[in-house]
């Protein structure tokens, strides 16, 4: 693919793939947002660094499945978001239910994603173009980085 058009996609180059499949988790700033690039089990998955509940460094976190769903553990206060979406899952009970089970409930998207593809060995990040206000999006930028050093 030419540059050109790489661009005009608004892909942008994070590295070759088998450098990134060594390094396994991998920071990268793009467009003045900080992202973090996962490979994980065969797939490649991207990210905002900063967990979006008080701009905890994802980098750091386990990797497990909950509820099917591959999850990065937040190393600061243990919230879970998924991989594939940036869901925030939670275990709780229904006060309804008699006796009440916990189970896992998500809270909905809060961690942007981006999407990663590939081509000839060179591995692309294309930023998420949801419009909409998502909670990790409060720790990108220069007011998010001061609001980062306070926490
Ligand atoms: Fe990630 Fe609190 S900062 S769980």
Redesign the pocket.
Known sequence: MEENEQSARGLHFVGKKDELIEAKRSFRSIEDRDILIIYHQGVFYAMDS???????M?NN?DIEEINSKLCII??????K?TLAKGECLYKGNNPKEKPPVPRWYSKGVKQRTHTVTENNGEIYVKLSDNPNWIESDYYQGEKGKIERAK?
């Open positions: 900063y967990c979006y509940h008080a701009g905890g994802l976190g937040c190393p600061k206060h243990k919230y978001l926490a």
